[in-house]
């Protein structure tokens, strides 16, 4: 008997992340679905909100991904943590310039 091999995925795929957020005194609920299971060779692009860069087809999978990173605790762990990653590449005469950093 020979072992079976697994074929290598020929998409991208799109999962639903279920956020939770403090509204209101409440915890409120958002569902988006974003590419998260990427085949052999594509890449993320971008530093923030980052996307795969690749013409496959998305295809929903039925697994969800739970968020809480919205949640007030862990905005406040997460403070300044975008602007750092944005800046994380700017020049040294930005940085001397107080623009990052």
Known sequence: ???????????????????DFD????????????????????RYQGRVHEQPVSEWR???????IHHSGYRRAALARKQGRNRRLFCWRCSVKHRLRGLCG
């Open 58 to 64: 998305r295809v929903r999978l039925p697994v969800a």
């Open 23 to 42: 509204l209101a005194g409440q915890v409120e609920t958002s569902t988006a679905w974003i590419p998260r299971l990427l085949p052999a060779g594509v």
């Open 1 to 19: 008997m020979r072992a079976q091999v697994a074929k290598p995925a020929d998409f991208i795929g799109v999962l639903p992340v279920i956020s």
